[in-house]
């Protein structure tokens, strides 16, 4: 097992943990109003390229301070909101990461679907507690699992079509089981995530079904086919192969987002910026207002 948390950058991380602090408490409230992408195309505003990370990278994501988190295989990399390479993580011991959730920058959580694991780092990519063991928890094929509220977490269970929600002491707290049956569909969902009182499960047959945050059924955003959602403060971003679509879950309204880039792999958004992962490379773009008359 090789495991690893290494320091980079001490400028970086100091100004990046004091923005962590600052930020922390106000999270999703604070993005209300100012997220990007409220238009890539509205007036006088365009998207800049700030910065380039070369590299080949299975899996990109961002939080809510807009530092970026690459993996590949079993490794991750923690760059800051300048592109500054901060901090590494890697355990071979796991297998390849699937999944980083950011919802609590302090306590990120790490799934490993192979090997049935969840790791807890904090905002140094130094572990903070034991792996956690699905296996352990009765839930040896678990595919997908996200950070819940109080330091708990969900997971999906294809066996039982369930979705199971555990607190930080590793008890169970709330269960919705065969969802096949409440939903009336046979899901075969590909993410799940919890942001702030409702929990998103994403399956591309049927679209993305909605629970709040103690597991009832509530309803289905009826858009099938996205690779991969992301639910922020103004809207749920829906990537799909080549295009990114925006959905008001207030007025329902559906907006295709322009890209400036069409061949990419996957993206994130978060506040005035986004990501692209590429085949070689991730590129950072930023909104910025342009001068009148250009």
């Given at each position: 097992m090789k495991t690893q948390s290494a320091k980079v950058s001490n400028r970086h991380i100091v100004k990046e943990n004091i923005a962590l602090c600052k930020f922390v408490p106000m999270l999703s409230r604070f993005l209300l109003?100012?997220?990007?992408?409220?238009?890539?195309?509205?007036n006088a505003q365009e998207l800049k390229l700030a910065k380039t990370v070369v590299g080949n990278f299975d899996y990109i994501t961002t939080d809510h301070i807009?530092?970026?988190?690459?993996?590949?295989?079993?490794?991750?990399?923690?760059?800051?909101?300048?592109?500054e390479l901060m901090y590494q993580y890697s355990d071979l011991s796991l297998g390849t990461i699937t999944n980083v959730d950011t919802r609590n920058?302090?306590?990120?959580?790490?799934?490993?679907?192979?090997?049935?694991?969840i790791t807890l780092l904090d905002n140094t990519l130094s572990r903070t507690r034991n792996n956690i063991d699905l296996n352990a928890l009765g839930l040896s094929l678990a595919q997908l699992?996200?950070?819940?509220?109080?330091?708990?977490?969900?997971?999906?269970?294809p066996i039982s079509f369930g979705l199971i929600r555990f607190d930080q002491g590793l008890n169970i707290t709330n269960e919705v089981s065969n969802i096949n049956q409440l939903v009336g569909a046979e899901i075969n969902p590909n993410q799940?995530?919890?942001?702030?009182n409702w929990l998103y499960l994403n399956s591309p047959n049927e679209g993305v079904f909605v629970f709040d945050s103690f597991g009832t059924?509530?309803?289905?955003?009826?858009?099938?086919?996205a690779n991969r959602i992301q639910v922020r403060g103004n809207g749920i971003f829906l990537e799909?192969?080549?295009?990114?679509?925006?959905y008001n879950p207030v007025n329902f309204e559906q907006t295709?987002?322009?890209l400036p880039r069409k061949d990419f792999l996957a993206l994130s958004i978060e506040k005035d910026r986004l990501y692209i992962l590429k085949k070689d490379s991730v590129l950072m773009f930023k909104v910025g207002k342009t001068e009148a008359g250009d």
């Open positions: 109003g100012i997220f990007l992408l409220l238009s890539f195309s509205a807009g530092r970026l988190y690459l993996a590949k295989r079993d490794e991750l990399f923690l760059y800051s909101a300048e592109g920058p302090l306590k990120l959580q790490l799934f490993y679907p192979d090997y049935g694991k699992a996200c950070a819940s509220f109080d330091n708990g977490f969900w997971v999906y269970d799940i995530v919890e942001f702030e059924y509530s309803k289905l955003i009826p858009i099938p086919g799909f192969e080549n295009r990114l679509i925006k295709e987002i322009e």
